[in-house]
C-alpha cells in the first residue's frame, strides 16, 4: 500500500483568529478559504510540504449532527478537548520563543517527556491543543 496523510482537520469557531495563528505566528501558508462568516472551511499548510494540509473548518457543520451534540462539541472545544494535533520541528527552544512572542497561549514550555520526546505545548483560538515535538 502506499498512503500518505493529506488533510488533517481541525476545529475553528472563528476563522479571521484561526488565520492569525496558524498563517501568521505558525508560518503556514494559506491553500484555499471558502465559505463566508463563521462557515468558512480553511486549509493551510507548511510551504514545503504541500501535499499535507490541516482543514480548519466549523464544528458541526454536518447536517446529521443534533443540537444536543453541537451543544457537546462547543463544550468541549471551550475545555480545548475536543480537537489536538502534534507537529514537529528540529529547534524546539526557537520555535517555542517565535510562537511565545506571537502571544500564543502557552500551555507546556519545552519539557523531556519521560516516554523520550521533548516537547512543549500550545492552545490554537479555537481551544485546540497544539503540540510541538522536537526532531532528533
Same mark, same amino acid.
Given at each position: 500500500?502506499?498512503?500518505?496523510?493529506?488533510?488533517?482537520?481541525?476545529?475553528?469557531?472563528?476563522?479571521?483568529?484561526?488565520?492569525?495563528?496558524?498563517?501568521?505566528?505558525?508560518?503556514?501558508?494559506?491553500?484555499?478559504?471558502?465559505?463566508?462568516?463563521?462557515? !468558512?472551511? %480553511? /486549509?493551510?499548510?507548511? +510551504?514545503?510540504?504541500?501535499?499535507?494540509? =490541516? $482543514? @480548519? *473548518?466549523?464544528?458541526?457543520? &454536518?447536517?446529521?449532527?443534533?443540537?444536543?451534540?453541537? !451543544?457537546? %462539541? /462547543?463544550?468541549?472545544? +471551550?475545555?480545548?478537548?475536543?480537537?489536538? =494535533? $502534534? @507537529? *514537529?520541528?528540529?529547534?524546539? &527552544?526557537?520555535?517555542?520563543?517565535?510562537?511565545?512572542?506571537?502571544?500564543?497561549?502557552?500551555?507546556?514550555?519545552?519539557?523531556?517527556?519521560?516516554?523520550?520526546?521533548?516537547?512543549?505545548?500550545?492552545? &490554537?483560538?479555537?481551544?485546540?491543543?497544539?503540540?510541538?515535538?522536537?526532531?532528533?
Amino acid at each position: 500500500m502506499d498512503i500518505t496523510i493529506h488533510t488533517s482537520f481541525l476545529p475553528h469557531d472563528d476563522p479571521d483568529a484561526a488565520l492569525a495563528f496558524y498563517r501568521d505566528t505558525l508560518g503556514f501558508e494559506v491553500r484555499s478559504d471558502v465559505g463566508h462568516g463563521k462557515m !468558512r472551511w %480553511i /486549509t493551510v499548510g507548511p +510551504a514545503d510540504q504541500p501535499g499535507t494540509s =490541516i $482543514l @480548519l *473548518a466549523p464544528p458541526a457543520a &454536518d447536517p446529521g449532527i443534533t443540537e444536543d451534540e453541537r !451543544r457537546t %462539541i /462547543t463544550e468541549m472545544m +471551550a475545555k480545548g478537548t475536543y480537537g489536538w =494535533i $502534534l @507537529l *514537529a520541528t528540529r529547534d524546539l &527552544d526557537s520555535t517555542f520563543e517565535q510562537l511565545q512572542a506571537g502571544d500564543a497561549e502557552v500551555v507546556q514550555e519545552p519539557t523531556e517527556q519521560p516516554y523520550g520526546v521533548r516537547d512543549c505545548a500550545f492552545r &490554537d483560538p479555537a481551544g485546540n491543543l497544539v503540540r510541538i515535538q522536537e526532531v532528533r
